[in-house]
């Protein structure tokens, strides 16, 4: 039996952050030799909300450095861009059609989202987890590693893709398979650093609430010393009081690579003064790898094109067998 496959994506909005880095993309290249895997740089779902059409590929290209930088290996990897590959779009209208928009009218982060745009909600907005469902099925995904804010839009692609084979198929699996999440207990939540209450968003205005993974040591110096923190002396995990404290002390543990027990026994007594220039040093040191492997690939910008040129050839391929299939499913006439 052949390896596994996964598929996952980030959305191609400015820079990546560290809740994009280790809620996803550090446990992609953890488990990278394990799977065939699939990363795309989803920019179809960055136009959901406005955007710069100046910026788009630009920053397209940028995930998909920051891919590599990260550590994602070609050897067992596949990246490319979504909207290179027009199966993703019509797949999304074929699930249009199966999916009650009861479904989607219940989503959580639709209703976040749409929150934020006030007046500026577009169609796009309230389709973001159909074509994500269609990303994840087109490539017959085994298991999808994300962060926890994505876990009810992966049982929508289970809802969505079992219906299809209900309707349509003759049993599980007949015409789409139904994906797993993974998702991580550590790291799948990373919290803002002005708010340990809320979740570390690439939407939120304020600059000082995310370390992006291409701040300069200043950036992250300052953004670290300016973080919301409390009066209490001593710091510990796993209090509700507490949500700055907890957040920042699985940040060191995260970026530094100890464990939970060694964190807490190190840091019981600390007081901020004693614990931010550290957690400050540890995020430097453990982005600048990154940032170093980040600058030698944009410097090589046709090795990047190749790169996305050989991803999207191998994608599309396997895109188009299970478009057809399920084109077939539904009742479509071929092309002549
Ligand atoms: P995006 O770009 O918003 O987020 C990319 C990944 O980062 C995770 N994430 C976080 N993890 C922990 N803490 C946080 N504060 C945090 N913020 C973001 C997200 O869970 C995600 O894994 N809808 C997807 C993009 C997508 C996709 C797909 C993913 C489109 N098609 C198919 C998997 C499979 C998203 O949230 O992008």
Known sequence: MGK??????????GNLHLGNYLGAIRNWVERQYEYENFFCVVDLHAITVPHDPA?????????????LACGIDLENSTIFVQSHIPAHSELTWLLNCLTPLAWLDDMVQYKEKALKQGENVNAGLLDYPVLMAADILLYDADKVPVGEDQKQHLELTRDIAARLNYLYGNGENSVLKLPEPDIRQVGARVMSL???????????????SRINLLDSPEAIQRKIKRCKTDPTRGLWFDDPERPECHNLLSLYMLLSGKDKETVAAECQDMGWGQFKPLLAETTVEALKPIQQKYQEIVRDRGYLESVLRQGREKAAAIAEQTLQRVRDALGFSRPL
Do not use: C, F, H, N
């Open 194 to 208: 002005t708010d340990g209450t809320k979740k570390m968003s690439k939407s939120e205005p304020a600059e000082g």
């Open 4 to 13: 596994q496959r996964v598929l996952s994506g980030v959305q191609p909005t």
């Open 55 to 67: 910026q788009l590929a630009a920053d397209t290209y940028t995930i998909a450095a920051l891919y």
